[in-house]
């Protein structure tokens, strides 16, 4: 399997685990706040809902983004498949929200309910189950910041593998969903007031928005031919540099295709002496070693620069 396959392969099997465990949440939070009449375990029901759908879509785009190119696509159909992910997710969270601050609003007024030991064991299994998820989330992440040998912080922010960036965002947001849900439940249980239970819906609604708009503009950024960070071209142009013909990159251009494809072009000065022989050579060499240290590169073209691509006055 080459090291693009793997690391999509580690995508999918992310958004599924993650998509799984949301599933099996949701029909127990949703059980659970029926049978208590908590305002907040519906709501987290509809926010792991939310999570589900926006992981299936996630998965169906890893899927479709494999089709080969052809002449209308000659770059492959990953940015197309997750421009509808990334409508689904946004669309998905925004009804989630709404319906949960809503549902907050309303609770407010309604009589406290029952026995909430069945949401307290379910927030728990919960927060253990999304605990799990965000740990897997967080391994793949230091796996490929190293690769990049950036912060995982910084990878995250600029990563163009935007179902690694949403499952983190969703994994993030569901423990703090149930922490808000969990000190909502308890704060309505010691007063006897249902404006906790209540107001931690809203606040769940408002988490769901904030996720929303999120998500939508790391997917929607893929659109628009973003090349990448500077950091990243940096760590491109100093890898293509060490090059044994090459004296330096003049010019580097680079474009995010997709979460798992990116395309580099460069024109680069070769050393006086290089015969042609030795500038394919140097240009093959220089194409594997990137594809090796960075599986999501997947066109390079490279280029001789001289005096005629000297910019005219």
Known sequence: MSDASQVKSESVLTVLVAALMN????LAKLVAGLLGGSAAMVSEAAHSAADTVTELMLYLALRN????????HPFGYGSTHYMWAALAAALTFVAGGLFSITHGFHSMHDEPGGDYLLSYAVLAISFALEAVSFARTIVQLRS???????????FLRHTPDTSLKAVFLEDLAALIGLVLAAVGLGLTEITGSPLYDGLASVLIGVLLIVVAVLLGHANLSLLIGRSLPPRFRAAVRADLETGEDIDAVQELLTLQLGPASVLIAARVDFRDGADGAAVERTCREAEARLRERYPVIRYVFLSPWGEADLPRR
């Open 65 to 72: 983004s494999v089709k080969p190119a052809d002449e209308t």
């Open 23 to 26: 599933l099996g949440i949701a």
């Open 144 to 154: 490929e910041s190293r690769r990049w040998k950036v912060r995982p912080c910084l």
